[in-house]
């Protein structure tokens, strides 16, 4: 029988409650808050931000050896169910949830700030000194990145389509242990952390991603930035995702994603074209070449004994990012991935996930890269001066068509960050929701709810201001929901050792489901 989609009031009261006490304090105090968020994060960074590096290694360890495995076959779904989504959507609808308009950002400016401090205590303005400021970016949002959005996915994706388990929150990916129920005490611990840490995650994303926005509306525009037209863009992206969220899932994130993708890769095609392409080439090749034979190095590389703060205010940070954001594309990508394989997932994820970022940072990255080398623009100084989104704008003014450049890069920012939202408030509306059948979306209100719950997070770490308030956002999320990846990973190997425990032929048949609390 096919329980109706009912509200769960308790995760809904709870996890709104907290996260509006967090910003009503941050609001009436943000004097305090600006000096206490940095401090807590250097804290955290130094107390246990080593531990990320170890289980990003871990855990990409994990994953190519379950892909590999006789595991690996297994389709979500069971073995006869057939995709719900063709590649190019999926893929598409996974890029824009993992990744957002953070990604835009990030892209055009993190070069600057390795230039001006290398890894590995090169030397400022040397040869390997640049190299390294345009290729670190490309291990930041690569493999390492994505195995931290894998194992939820598979977690939940299993539980959730062949374990036959009516919920589609955190809890779900965490059912194979005893006690983690949805309805469970421990259960409901974990959806309520996955609920703040949510928030947490898509406001770091959309805490980065809206003053630059704002920025570029303003230059084309010919008016002044200023607080108000950046909330003005949260409002706009919202409404945006309420027109999307009201579609449903195929027929408004799946149009949505392929719309920005297409506009994303329209105005990259606009820069390799116009800008230096055959340095673009030469960099990307030399990028990826220093990554993997590096690879080991950098997912390891915890600074033991310098001291210039590279690793914590950077790789640490990314990975709290990464595992505080996990979930929620975890949970979306699980909705989406019916009838595809382990395997494909694992692969498809790192794979298409790795690539599509990259492609930022190769071209848009390396041409405000080339943009300081040559003289032409002064990004580092204008970054050091006005901040990074002033930084994008002087970047962009120095495209052909700068305006009309400039307008296509806001046009797909904004879709990407109304992505953002829209998949977040789904997955906040789905774990605030009892049962969700398969196939079955969560309750309209709910989701233009969480919608606007995930834009006051943004406003406030705004008004409060500061890369080191949005760093922290993310890391102090990310915490708990280590723990909760321990377990998730233990749960799905449980479930798939009872499923087939017999080797070879077990993977034959189709396991009946167990239905599961």
Known sequence: MTLPARTDWIAFTVSAGLVGLVCLGLVINPDAGAVLLPQIYDFVAEKIGPLYLALGVVLIGFLFWLALSRYGQVRLGGQEAVEEFNTLGWAAMLFCAGIGAGLMYWAAIEWAYYFQTPPFGLPQGTPEAIEWASAYGLFHWGPSAWAFYCLPTLAIGYAYHNRGVPFLRLSTGCAGVPGFGAHQPLGRIVDTIFMVSLLGGAGTSLGFSTPMIAALAARIMGVAPSFG????????????????????????????????????????????????????????????????????????????????????????????????????????????????????????????????????????????????????????????????????????????????????????????????YDSASYILASSATQSLPAGQDPALWQRLFWAAMLGALPVTLLFVGGLRVVQTAALIASAPVVLIGLVMARSLMTQLSEDFSSPGSALDGDPDPQPME
């Open 229 to 420: 037209l950046e909330v003005a863009t949260l409002v706009i992206t919202m409404v945006l995702f309420a027109l999307s969220a009201a579609a449903g899932l195929r027929k408004g994130i799946q149009r949505l994603s392929d719309l920005n993708v297409g506009l994303i890769f329209a105005f990259l095609l606009l820069v390799f074209i116009a800008g230096p392409t055959g340095l673009f080439i030469e960099a990307g090749i030399t990028g990826y070449g220093l990554v993997a034979q590096n690879f080991i190095r950098l997912n390891t590389w915890a600074e033991p004994f310098g001291d210039t703060r590279f690793v914590i205010d950077w790789t640490i940070f990314y990975w709290a990012w990464w595992i505080a954001y996990g979930p929620v594309v975890g949970l979306f990508v699980a909705r989406i991935s019916r009838g595809r394989s382990i395997r494909q997932v694992i692969f498809g994820m790192i794979g298409y996930g790795t690539l599509g970022a990259g492609l930022f940072f190769v071209i848009l990255g390396n041409y405000g890269l080339n943009l300081q080398l040559t003289g032409a623009v002064d990004v580092v100084e204008q970054l050091n001066a006005d901040g990074g989104a002033q930084a994008i704008v002087a970047i962009m003014d120095a495209l052909p068509l700068d305006v009309w450049a400039m307008g296509l890069f806001a046009v797909a920012a904004v879709v990407f960050s109304a992505t953002t």
